[in-house]
């Protein structure tokens, strides 16, 4: 199995990404950026990643979505 998780701010930069299951699944985003927090607004999440008999990763039936971060 692989995954990978990357969330996106409005210009297309990457604000959050990794590749470890346990990190994705337990702790997530904590909607900050190199240790600042970040504004709220809608940002875009792609998950890329394949379970062992080589299905796709999906989130209801999707690869990518918005998350809107509020404080």
């Not at 990978?4 to 900050?32: K, M, P």
């Amino acid at each position: 199995a692989s995954i990978e998780l990357s969330i996106f701010n409005r210009e297309g930069e990457a604000v959050y990404q990794s590749t470890n299951f346990e990190h994705i699944t337990q702790t997530g985003w904590d909607g900050t950026y190199q240790g600042k927090f970040l504004t709220p607004d809608n940002y875009v999440w792609v998950l890329k990643g394949r379970y062992t008999n080589g299905d796709p990763l999906l989130v209801q039936g999707k690869t990518t979505g918005t998350i809107r971060l509020i404080r």
